[in-house]
């Protein structure tokens, strides 16, 4: 059993950045497939970033990408979400994930998830 704590969100104006972090516990870190999330109110969740196990291969959705990158650090057991060049857009609360095989997309394949942190960016 995998837990799941993320931090870091905050309000921050357009253009700003920030560092999201997610602490993981009980499990494995190293072995899971970790991916990050985001769901702004009236929409579905959708896939933001992810890292797969074993080949630390990086994936990101076309709305973030050369924005935002995903790092883990299996020593400290955490993933990181490094935020640049924020939108009004991104505003969302940002969900931590992680699954054991090699699912990278898709949110219903993702087995642990934390508890959100949000994000608010002001224009």
């Known amino acids: 059993q995998v837990q799941l704590v993320e931090s870091g969100g905050g309000l921050v104006q357009a253009g700003g950045s920030l560092r999201l972090s997610c602490a993981a516990s009980?499990?494995?870190?190293?072995?899971?497939?970790m991916g990050w999330f985001r769901q702004a109110p009236g929409k579905e969740r959708e896939f933001v970033a992810a890292?797969?196990?074993?080949?630390?291969?990086?994936y990101y959705a076309d709305s973030v990408k050369g924005r935002f990158t995903i790092s883990r650090d299996n020593a400290k057991n955490t993933l990181y979400l490094q935020m640049h060049g924020l939108k009004p857009e991104d505003t969302a609360v940002y969900y931590c994930?992680?699954?054991?095989?090699?699912?990278?997309?898709?949110?219903?394949?993702?087995?642990?998830w934390g508890q959100g942190t949000q994000v608010t960016v002001s224009s």
């Open positions: 994930a992680a699954n054991g095989g090699l699912v990278i997309f898709r949110a219903t394949a993702y087995d642990y």
């Open positions: 009980g499990g494995t870190f190293s072995t899971h497939t």
């Open positions: 890292v797969r196990r074993i080949t630390g291969t990086l």
